[in-house]
Every structure is written in C-alpha cells, then in structure tokens.
DNA sequence: CACTAAATAGACCGATTGGTATAATCGTGT
DNA sequence: ACACGATTATACCAATCGGTCTATTTAGTG
C-alpha cells in the first residue's frame, strides 16, 4: 500500500544522501522514484520542504535502528564499535562512494537557512546520540560521561565518512574504527 | 589591486561555507560581493565551477595556515589542540553558526558529482591533514601514527562542525576538544 | 591628448527550478 | 454497472538558474 509515496520517499532518501538539499531538484525525484509530478504534490502537499524533512525523519530512525542492531551483536562493546564503523567503510565503498553521512550535507546546507529541514536534522542527530548513548551506558559508562562520549562518537564516524568519500577511500573511516576500539578499551580501565 | 576579483573570491568562500555549492547562486554571489556579473565572468572565465574550485583552494590554504599557527603557540600539544578546537567553537558561535567546516558542505555535495570540486576539496583536506600531521610529528610521534591521528583529529573536529551548527550550540565541539585532549595526553604516556 | 587594453555594467538567453491546475484514470463499495 | 473519492498524469506557470554578449567606462602608456 502507498508504494507510489513509498517510492518517492525512498528516492528522496537516497538523492539527499548523495548530493544534498539544493543539488537535488524535484525533476531528478521525480525520473528516479518514477512517480509524477502529480502524484509528488499529492502525497507531499508541502512540496519539497515537506518531502526532505520526513525523508531525514525517516533517515534518523532507520540509521539509529542500525546503530542499535549494530552494536547489538553480543560482541563487546569496543570491538562491536570498531566492527560497525568498518561496516560503515564497506558500504561507503561499495556505493561508489555515493553513500554514507545521509545526514551530513543536508544538516549543513541549513544549518541557518531553513529552520524546518534544521529542526529536522537536529530530531535525526538526536536518536543517533541515544542510540549511541544508550550503548555506552550497558558498556558500564555513566549516563553523563555516555552522552559525552556519545556526541563524540558521532562526530568522529561523521568526520571519518566526509573524508572517506571526498578522498574515495574507506580508509579514513577504517583510521576511526581502530581509534574508536581503542577510546573504549580505555575508557574501560579507567572507570 | 584586483580588489573586484578579491571581493568576489572571498563572498564565494563565505557564500560556500554557509550554503554548499548548490545553495549559492551567481545572483548570491554578485549581490554579497557587490561586483557586476560581467566582472564576474571576466575575472572567472570557467564560472561557477572555477570560482568555486579557486574559493576552495584558498579556504584550504587558509584554514591550514590556521592550524599551523593556532598549534604552534607554545603550549603542549595536547592544551594547544583544545584550545584549537575550543576557538573554532567560539568563532562557530559568534557567526550565529552560519560559519565553521568551510569545506564540508560542498565536500559531501560533489564528492561523486563534480570531479574538479572533489579534487579541490581533496587537496585542500590535505593541507590539513599535513598541518596537524606536523604538528603531532614534532610532539614525538612516529610518522606513521602522526598521520593516521591526524586524519581522525581532522574527523572529530569535522563531525563537531557539523553537531554544532546543527544543534545552534558550541557544546558538542567543546566535548570534541576536551576529548582530544584527553587523546594525546594518553597517545604520549603510551610512547 | 590619443590610443588601447583592462575592467565594469547590465541587458539578455535558453534551460531548469519549485509549484499549480485540471483532466484522466483507478479502485472500491453498493 | 455505477458512482465517487483516491490517485495519477501532464500541461503549464513565474521565477531563477548559470552563462553569453556587447556597450561603456576606467586606467595606464606613448
């Protein structure tokens, strides 16, 4: 059902991850989800400002979802961190380089410039965090020391994707995996 | 002399930090700068690409010029790096978070869809990544380690960016900076 | 002062943008 | 079979996009 609605959505995702909120037009929606225009306006009587904030809503949850799963596997955390962020690099790779950060140039074309799609991304950050956070407190963290250490994970696997595709290798993003391992290990004995 | 040129030039650099390359349009560019289109083309004969790519180029020398100089006053690395990043979150602030990352935006944009602004960006990331690389090479590091910190150095501080001017808050830079800090000071022990 | 190249000024272009309007079609309950 | 709302399909719109063109002004040199 509402697999037209679907399509788009899914289309948007992908074209935002890609090459942001301005590099993408409604045409390229459109030709890529294979919906017309009709059925855009329809679905999304909003327009384009509508269409990207849900596609960064829906965004966030899918990727906060993995990050759960993700570090979910029974492994210890620091090994479980390091595993994911490896993930992260083979994906990058294998899109061509296409994907990954799914968040990032939107959050920083509209920063100050479009105070929904902002609103939009800062909800979308802020499952990511917990996500992350909610690990480190089962790692043994405090809730406080958790959320800190929570923001900086993410910003270091943010960082570690724009250089990956800028530099079209997983590289920078496997450099951030090893580092993250050993945060944590450290973290550990210090407690 | 070529003062127009540098006008332009330098509302580019501003317009890009802000908006990514998509978001900023020629009409932007010549309103900010104050210069005519004519001189525009005339001065930038390859257009918007050009311009960009030479506005992105000179961010790179810039920034990396900053590293350099915001590293090298005096204090161990460790405090310097804080402090580094600690001014980066001010300045972030003080533009009413419309400044900071001056690359990343149009980093994710064209990573895959513009190969000049990818080559730009790519070298501009090496100059930092070489000024950090230095300066973690001069605090003892081997050369190996100094450039695979510096890469995730450059990482955290890009993600941070990119938190930061989500979220309207210096905080999750902050909490990058303190973190950093933290890094060295065991990188060293560990020697 | 005259000549010329550098630079500015802005009108103009086709293409594309996000968005609207309306007609045709589909799907379902009676 | 029919009706009716849900949905799709397209033609169309003004505004803006990046880019071109040429006329004019400015600055330097003989």
Request: charged share 20%; aromatic share 6%; proline share 3%.
């Amino acid at each position: 059902m509402n697999t037209t609605r679907e399509q788009i959505l899914i289309a948007t995702c992908s074209l935002l991850e890609e090459q942001g909120f301005h590099g993408t037009g409604l045409n390229q929606i459109i030709s890529t989800s294979g919906a017309p225009r009709g059925s855009l306006y329809y679905h999304f009587p909003e327009g384009k400002d509508g269409l990207a904030a849900e596609a960064i809503a829906r965004t966030g949850e899918l990727t906060a979802q993995r990050i759960i799963d993700g570090l979910g596997s029974g492994a210890p955390l620091p090994q479980a961190l390091r595993g994911f962020v490896e993930h992260i690099a083979d994906l990058v790779e294998r899109s061509g380089f296409r994907a990954g950060g799914p968040l990032t140039a939107v959050a920083m074309e509209t920063a100050t410039t479009n105070e929904r799609l902002n609103a939009a991304c800062r909800s979308a950050f802020d499952l990511l965090e917990r996500a992350f956070a909610a690990h480190l407190d089962a790692y043994g963290l405090s809730g406080e020391r958790a959320a800190e250490l929570a923001t900086f994970i993410m910003a270091t696997i943010e960082g570690g994707i724009i250089l990956s595709r800028t530099y079209h290798s997983g590289e920078p993003l496997r450099r951030v995996a090893r580092e993250l391992e050993r945060l944590l290990v450290i973290e550990a004995l210090e407690q």
